[in-house]
Nanobody, 123 residues
Framework: QVQLVESGGGSVQAGGSLRLSCAASGATTYMAWFRQAPGKEREGVAVQRTAGGRQYYADSVKGRFTISRDSAKNTMYLQMDNLKPGDTAMYYC???????????????????WGQGTQVTVSS
């Protein structure tokens, strides 16, 4: 079982930036960030294949968010710039155990989840 620990959430004004971190205790094939706002479904934000660096982004965050990974630290990051009130949500780190993936932005593809970190953007 891989443990994922997020950090870096907080409150910021619109237009500001935050960087989320996710430290993994073991190996994964894909790592991803999801978010869930009250009353809404969990949605994929950004995904990275840990071996090859292939990345996926939700249309709503393209050009504003950047996913990256430090392999030496086995830590994934989400740099969030030009934040908007609509980005307010609980953000979750997720990891996948198996190599093949069909729908990278679907939470059903992931085996491991962090506890979540809150991001609040005020206007």
């Amino acid at each position: 079982q891989v443990q994922l620990v997020e950090s870096g959430g907080g409150s910021v004004q619109a237009g500001g930036s935050l960087r989320l971190s996710c430290a993994a205790s073991g190996a994964t094939t894909y790592m991803a960030w999801f978010r869930q706002a009250p009353g809404k479904e969990r949605e994929g934000v950004a995904v990275q294949r840990t071996a090859g660096g292939r990345q996926y982004y939700a249309d709503s965050v393209k050009g504003r968010f950047t996913i990256s990974r430090d392999s030496a630290k086995n830590t994934m990051y989400l740099q969030m710039d030009n934040l908007k009130p609509g980005d307010t949500a609980m953000y979750y780190c997720a990891g996948r155990r198996w190599a093949d993936i069909v729908a990278p932005m679907s939470p059903d593809e992931y085996n491991y989840w962090g506890q979540g970190t809150q991001v609040t953007v005020s206007s």
